[in-house]
């Protein structure tokens, strides 16, 4: 299938288009963005600023990507966005440009699906598989790791860290870290249960559920301290990797600023 670029769409000459791309109408693609193979942008999708996308993305209706950073420190640096690829992007999602602050990068990896009017602010970093519902906001800084799923109308503070394998409810103000196979919820989100649909879904064995569970609620119903989680599970023989991953994420989560491992990189 050749490339394909409507009539009515802005495309500058120098951007990079690469084969079997489309492009609809009336979007908007700037000197410095890079389309890569397969990728279709339907009607009035803007590109702006450096911007790369990867191959066999679908961008719809009324997206930004690349917007300068909503950031008053902003001082107009060489800041980019790069998609990597089979990323599904609907209406109105918006994706800024990365400030000044880390190493300059906003990113979005692969198979990720950000459903309609969610925003990814500046200088974050998105895994794979990653799924943001409709209206989510996500500020700046802010890093979600692999296969985590993110409700509706859901907003996360800059800094935030969402682990792997977790889930943030619906509408849920996210203050602090999400560790990994939690499911959390609330104004502050909390993690209330670990995440067992996901973890079916990716084949997690009954026995590392089980082993997670423990540790859930060895945390965050027992209390028993971190230190004390760590040798409980460890007497029973439930220190399984996962296991490890969650206690390691928490011990970097504690030894952060409110509830943010990442909280200590803020700039002065």
């Not at 890569?36 to 961008?59: A, K």
């Not at 950073?69 to 918006?94: A, K, S």
């Not at 460890?234 to 296991?243: D, M, N, S, Y």
Request: hydrophobic share 40%.
């Amino acid at each position: 299938m050749a490339t394909y670029i409507a009539q009515n769409a802005s495309v500058d000459g120098k951007a990079e288009i690469d084969e079997d791309v489309y492009i609809g109408p009336f979007c908007v693609i700037g000197p410095h963005v890079r389309v890569g193979r397969g990728t279709r942008l339907e009607n009035n999708v803007t590109l702006m600023g450096r911007v790369t996308l990867g191959q066999d993305n679908h961008i719809y209706p009324g997206a930004v990507i690349g917007g300068q950073p909503q950031d008053l420190t902003y001082q107009g640096g060489d800041t980019r966005v790069v998609v990597g690829n089979r990323n599904t992007i609907r209406e109105c999602v918006t994706i800024n440009r990365a400030s000044e602050k880390e190493d300059g990068v906003t990113w979005v990896g692969d198979d990720n699906f950000l459903m309609a009017c969610c925003h990814v602010a500046h200088d974050c970093r998105l895994g794979n598989h990653v799924v943001i519902t409709n209206g989510t906001l996500l500020g700046g800084h802010v890093h979600v790791h692999d296969h985590a799923t993110l409700s509706g109308g859901a907003a996360v503070h800059h800094f935030v860290t969402i682990g792997a394998y977790s889930f943030v409810a619906g509408l849920s103000g996210v203050r602090a870290d999400v560790p990994p196979y939690m499911l959390v919820e609330g104004v502050p989100a909390r993690p209330r249960c670990i995440n067992v649909v996901a973890l079916k879904r990716n084949h997690f064995p009954p026995e590392v559920i089980t082993c997670l569970a423990e540790a859930h609620r060895l945390l965050y119903r027992a209390k028993v301290g971190l230190d004390n989680a760590r040798e409980i599970l460890r007497a029973a023989g439930q220190l399984v990797p996962p296991v490890n991953r969650l206690l390691n994420f928490v011990q970097e989560q504690q030894e952060g600023r409110h509830g943010r491992g990442r909280e200590r990189r803020r700039a002065a």
